[in-house]
């Protein structure tokens, strides 16, 4: 019996009854598995990796925050939770796994907005997330154990300045976030879009939120100004700019999480590349020419 079977085993909600078990596609610090029953069961299970410190993950808060998002009503039930085990059962969330192209679509668009909305309305999370804590966590773990980092993310420390700036002479309320929803963290199952994958969870600007979508899916500035309609109904011109300067935060913030990756991870990914292209990004709006623009919409509110 292989590590795995007997770590199944062990789980609670699988004793004594007989399992199909098929690999789910995706996952960068998690293997997920799909388990079945013969009594009509259907769960994930997702195995978390060693190493989630280096990354800032917290997987009492994951938990905490995945119940959360099941009782505001868009995220999967919580079946079972074994640290012990690097372990949590979720139920299997039968729907589309969206793509970047999904969006494309103005129905599901506001589908999934709307699932946006209700999640940053729901109980407050464990935990609060601030990407400029979290960039300089990891751009200090990057340094700090030698890690490879291209030669020209430094470059961009004052643009990242003013961006905070900008942000902190607005300040909004915080609601509870995914702050990962990248399109497979999306499920539509044809009247709602479920939320899913909550480890980096936590109370934050949801404009980050809807930034982060917009840069992990490659939003032009027209499909990011009709993605922040869908989730606001009629924005303001700060709150257009102020995901639009969000997106900026997570491309330059999440790059370093990259990087990390790339040293760190035993997975046959190309990690460094992922965070090339986020750096990339960012470097571009950093030099864009509404850059400053941006700015003074969002510092004013």
Known sequence: MSQLESDLDRLA???GRSRRVTDLPGGLTNRNLRVQTDDGGDYVVRCSHPGAALLGIDRDAEHHNTLRAAEAGVGAGVVEYRPDLRMLVIDFLPGEVLTDESFADDGLLRRAAASVRTLHAGPRFQGDFDMFARQASYLAT?????FRLPETYDNHADA?????RALDAAPRPTVPCNNDL???NYIDDGERVWLIDYEYSGNNDACFELGNTATECGFAPEQTAAWTEAYFGTPTAADVARVRLQAVCSA??????GFIQAATSAMDFDFYAWGEERLDKAAAAFRGDDFHTLLEEVARG
């Open 13 to 15: 909600c699988l004793a």
């Open 142 to 146: 990057v340094k700090s154990r030698g």
């Open 160 to 164: 990242w300045a003013e961006v905070r």
């Open 182 to 184: 990248l399109a497979a």
């Open 252 to 257: 330059y913030g999440w790059s370093l999480w």
